[in-house]
């Protein structure tokens, strides 16, 4: 009987020291992958229960790739390893292995190839139009993952703050419509996985940086899609957020460092208030309220001035370039991240691709404010943001308010006489070649609200856009004068479903043919001037010479040494004739040139031009 009791406490001991030393898990290795002949240095982040008490190598040890060093975090459940790739390394799969005491624990990691000409990609510029999806609401390509078991919103199309169900096969399944509207380039809101309980369609709040949400689709099916987009000519920029991710990211429970994130004694919005980044009288109080307040009570706002969270995101960010192929970024709410980490940021990007270009979006109406975030402006600060494109929303204001003013004759600050004013404080922007034009955005009213459905205006819109400086962009819809379903309800009802995109839609306006009426009458017009302008070098790189006049008409040329085109807006409810002598600086020895929308022959002197409409003149 003693001998039955000793083995039975033995096989008890045994069952506690297995049941005190589970299997040792790696739940997450970022980034995912790498490869050789980065110039940005790789430091993985190891979560992992324990793994603070780990001793760690990577095999084969004869490759190139070693383990330079491991540094701790706040929490046990974080190692943060840097990895030396030589130049020479061997490309493959290499084994991260885990030593705790005498036990060992293997990890595959890979270090691939390195795609041909990757470093000299080229990005968006002025040669391009940018159209602006938000793929829940664009189409519907796959059905069976509107919902699914690992996220928690489920669809409910009938509900416009809730999931609709578009998503990336349905954007794949309608490239050829956005390349034959004469777009060159895409921008979508966020694809990354957003698990949150409600609203969570629009993507800006992040629960996963290296994971595609699952409703849209998978990592793979987002490089498929960048794939057909280069067949089409179309580039594709990717729409990020450092500034804040979701309190439903993984890493939320167990922050690795206690400064991860900014913290409050009690929840603390921003107070939007990002003047504080350039104003020499704000108070460093309300400073670190605008950069460390949080955008909403589900959106924590990051720490970047933690060195391995800023690491975190540059690695991030050229993870997502390199293994899918992009084109170019889009920064959300830009001034809003601690600036002179985002600059180190901007500039690593920078540094593994010269040619890259990001577009922050700072939205302030100030010309001064918006022109100090672009890189290489003269702050009197000495601040260099090495952020290459800004978007324009001081011209945002100006079109939108000079569409609503068509009945006044314009006097000295309403109308067309905006748009002038605007362009007129060209001289603060240190480049204007990377500079974002748009009249809406997924922000803001639908274009087609603000000129209450008058095609006339709308096209007036569409003609700024085709010939303005600066790189145009278009939400999608906006070419068939999409309105919003009830605005007193704000966001979700701008965000229309496009026609056409779920089975069993009544009309599919992907569908040329289904075109009429006023849609058609604005996507036409929309169509023939983003074409044409697609190999307008003047209109990309030439200058401008604009007229002032004070009766809510509008006169500018796009010129360069080989080429001039010629804009009349007339922005009033009567018809009126071109003074062209008056534009005899240039036009002197101008008089016969082709009208870009007909293709006919427009002899200059004492042209007529209907009202609300504008005429484009090439010679």
């Known amino acids: 009987m003693k001998r039955i009791f000793t083995i039975v406490m033995l096989l008890a001991a045994v069952a506690t020291a ?57 929490s046990p459940n974080y190692i ?40 000299e990609r080229e990005s968006f510029t002025t040669a391009d139009f940018v159209y602006l999806i938000m793929p829940d609401r664009f189409a519907n390509g796959d059905p069976t993952n509107d919902s699914t078991e690992d996220t928690a919103e489920k669809a409910n199309r009938s509900n416009p703050g809730r999931r609709h169900g578009g998503d990336l096969q349905g954007m794949i399944d309608h490239l050829d419509y956005i390349a034959d509207l004469g777009a060159t380039a895409i921008w979508s809101t966020p694809l990354l996985l957003d698990d949150e309980n409600g609203a969570s369609y629009h993507g800006y709040s992040c629960s996963n940086y290296y994971l595609i949400d699952p409703r849209y689709g998978s990592n793979e099916l987002f490089k498929t899609y960048v794939e057909e987009c280069h067949k089409r000519n179309l580039k594709v920029i990717m ?6 991710s979701s309190t439903s990211h993984w890493w939320y429970d167990d ?24 104003d020499f009288n704000a108070s460093k109080s309300d400073l670190y309220q605008m950069e460390s307040g949080w955008f909403d009570r589900t959106m924590a706002d990051m720490n970047l001035d933690n060195e391995y969270l800023l690491n975190y995101f540059k690695q991030w960010a050229v993870w997502w370039i390199e293994y899918s192929n992009l084109d170019g970024f889009r920064v959300d709410t830009y001034p809003y991240n601690e600036k002179i980490p985002m600059s180190q940021w901007c500039k690593a990007v920078m540094e593994e691709y010269p040619n890259f270009n990001i577009v922050g979006e700072v939205w302030t109406s100030s010309i001064p404010q918006l022109a100090y975030w672009q890189g290489g402006n003269a702050n009197k600060d000495g601040f260099d943001s090495h952020l290459k494109s800004i978007m324009d929303f001081p011209l945002h204001d100006a079109i939108r308010a000079a569409m609503t003013e068509y009945d006044k004759r314009g006097g000295w600050g309403a109308g067309m006489t905006r748009v002038y004013d605007v362009l007129s404080h060209d001289f603060v922007y240190h480049d204007l070649s990377n500079m974002m034009i748009m009249a809406g955005n997924h922000d803001t009213d639908r274009v087609g ?19 303005l400086r600066g790189m145009p962009q278009m939400l999608y819809g906006d070419e068939l004068m999409f309105r919003s379903t009830d605005r007193s309800k704000g966001h979700p009802t701008l965000r229309v479903d496009f026609p056409g995109g779920w089975p069993g839609d009544k009309k599919n306006l992907f569908d040329r043919a289904q075109h009429a009426g006023a849609e058609k009458d604005v996507f036409d017009y929309t169509h023939t001037l983003f074409n044409w302008r697609k190999n307008k070098e003047v209109i990309h790189t030439g200058k401008t010479l604009h007229f002032i006049d004070r009766d809510n008409t509008y006169a500018y040329f796009r010129y360069n040494d080989n080429d001039v085109v010629f804009v009349y807006v007339n922005n009033t409810e009567h018809e009126c004739t071109i003074p062209w002598d008056r534009y005899a600086e240039i036009s002197a020895n101008l008089t016969v040139g082709r009208d870009v929308v007909t293709g006919e022959e427009v002899v200059m002197h004492g042209k007529r031009v209907s009202p609300m409409s504008v005429l484009i003149v090439e010679f």
């Open 18 to 74: 297995t049941a005190a030393k589970p299997k040792f898990e790696v739940k997450h290795v970022e980034p995912l992958s790498w490869w050789v002949g980065m110039n940005t240095p790789l430091q993985l982040m190891i979560n992992a229960e324990g793994v603070a008490d780990c001793d760690v190598q990577i095999l084969p040890a004869d490759n190139g790739v070693a383990v330079k060093a491991i540094h701790k975090a706040d």
């Open 80 to 119: 943060f390893v840097d990895v030396a790739i030589s130049d020479d390394a061997v490309a493959g799969d290499y084994t991260l292995r885990f030593t705790l005491g005498k036990r060992k624990y293997d990890y595959t990691y890979t270090i691939a190839e390195r795609r041909e000409g990757s470093r």
């Open 239 to 244: 729409d990020i957020v450092p500034n804040h």
């Open 255 to 278: 922050l690795p460092f206690e400064d991860w994130v900014h913290k409050w004694d009690s929840y603390t919005q921003s107070n939007w208030t990002f003047s504080t980044n350039m």
């Open 449 to 467: 609200d603000v000129v209450d459905g008058d095609p006339r205006r709308m096209k007036i819109v569409a003609a700024l856009l085709a010939t």
